[in-house]
């Protein structure tokens, strides 16, 4: 099968605020319109605003801005079909900064000032585990398309839904439990967990570390890197040092492409390579690390643009009309957040008792783009993630295999002229 065109390349689009929509929410609510099924009523009610914050620029501000683009693009379907219960949707989506001290006053002015109708979550457990207590003491639905950290669902929350196939504690199981499946000649001896200081990044090497150290895979190194780290020359040398078989390095983005090139600078290159996150990002990441550096890299994804799941050819399509190319997958789980919430609000029937929208989703399986959804009582979805591969320049989804895109696997990294 030739390789897919990998996920990535993008024209940046803005959301445009309108300065009435709050006006226009507020006036709606003092004239107690409901949405009940009454369409003439929500049309006259004006417009369903949404709020969310997202890091459009700082540390995460790669995936932010995707997952923006998600959102526009779900808005633009949803208002093309008549929008929510006959009333267009209005996005109101702020800039975080990534940092956890702003999404809190985000959210609080979301609320507060904005008086948005409904929220959705910004991008990784660090931001979303402030945000989401917000949405939660205001007694909110918080439908979030990223911040799978376990942490997001021990607290109890009962307004807060995820909703990528599994929390991130399990994202890699799937490419684990096939690394541990190999002969024992192929499979590697030893592994290290080089991981970003980060609720989403720790949880998913620990996962993965779990299933290998009880197939008998010794760790020989693991250490966790602050956020701020620029300079990867230290950990580089201590792996080196150590020589592992495997790496995996539980990243975001800016740290996944910095570890490699210290790794290409110091001529260490373990025969196995996992990451996290950044080799998701298509363009952004085989620019960063150069293509000739991608082969072989292994990560777990949750969307693949040729999935035959509902509605996952419209918004390829939409993507590509209104932004160019394929969507990355940050923009996809976007997408399915709002497929989350718009199947809450049609399910109900309303916008007025947020428990009702958490109850419905409690107790109802969601089609999206990235498959059915359903949650346990603490938000938490149960599902096992696609595997992806560089291969070849492009990004080859090579497990499950009922949805992979090719029956080749690259045994092992290969960058460089070792390809």
Not at 90 to 107: F, G, H, P, R
Not at 237 to 265: C, S, T
Not at 289 to 311: C, K, L, Y
Request: glycine share 10%.
């Amino acid at each position: 099968m030739a390789p897919l065109p990998h996920p990535g390349g993008r024209v940046r689009a803005s959301v445009t605020l309108i300065a009435a929509v709050a006006a226009l929410s507020l006036a709606a609510s003092a004239c107690g319109i409901g949405g009940g099924g009454d369409e003439a009523g929500e049309q006259d009610a004006g417009p369903i605003t949404i709020g969310a914050s997202l890091p459009l620029t700082g540390e995460f501000s790669q995936p932010g801005q995707a997952a923006k683009e998600g959102y526009e693009v779900w808005q633009e379907m949803v208002n093309a079909e008549g929008g929510l219960l006959g009333r267009q949707v209005e996005l109101i989506i702020k800039d975080d900064a990534s940092n956890q001290n702003t999404i809190v006053a985000d959210y609080n002015a979301l609320i507060s000032q904005d008086n948005v109708d409904l929220l959705l979550g910004t991008f990784s457990s660090l931001l979303n585990l402030p945000a989401s207590a917000v949405a939660e003491r205001n007694q909110m639905l918080y439908v979030e398309p990223a911040g799978g950290s376990p942490e997001m669902f021990n607290r109890g929350f009962e307004y807060l839904f995820f909703t990528q196939q599994a929390p991130v504690d399990r994202q890699g199981q799937v490419f684990a439990e096939w690394l541990i499946s190999l002969p024992e000649d192929q499979r590697p001896k030893t592994a290290a967990y080089p991981t970003l200081d980060d609720p989403f990044a720790i949880p998913t090497s620990e996962g993965i570390e779990e299933i290998l150290v009880d197939a008998g895979i010794e760790t020989v190194y693991r250490e966790t890197y602050a956020i701020d780290t620029k300079n990867f020359d230290t950990i580089v040398n201590r792996l080196k040092a150590e020589q592992p078989d495997l790496v995996v390095n539980g990243a975001i983005f800016e740290d996944g492409i910095g570890l490699i090139r210290a790794m290409r600078k110091a001529g260490f290159a373990p025969g196995w390579l996992y990451q996290s996150t950044a080799p998701s990002l298509g363009d952004q990441y085989a620019e960063g690390i150069g293509p000739e550096n991608t082969e072989g890299v292994m990560f777990a994804i949750s969307h693949a643009p040729e999935a035959e799941t509902p509605g996952n050819e419209e918004f390829v399509a939409k993507y590509d009309e209104m932004l160019g190319g394929l969507p990355p997958e940050d923009a996809a789980d976007a997408f399915a957040s709002g497929q989350v919430l718009q199947a809450a609000v049609e399910g109900v029937g309303s916008i007025e008792d947020q428990a009702a929208l958490a109850d419905w989703l409690r107790e109802n399986e969601v089609e999206t783009i990235l498959g059915p959804l359903s949650w346990d009582e603490t938000g938490a979805t149960e599902g096992d993630f696609l595997v992806g591969q560089w291969q070849d320049g492009q990004v080859e989804y090579v497990l499950p295999e009922e949805a992979a895109t090719t029956d080749h696997i690259v045994m092992g990294w290969k960058p460089g002229d070792a390809n």
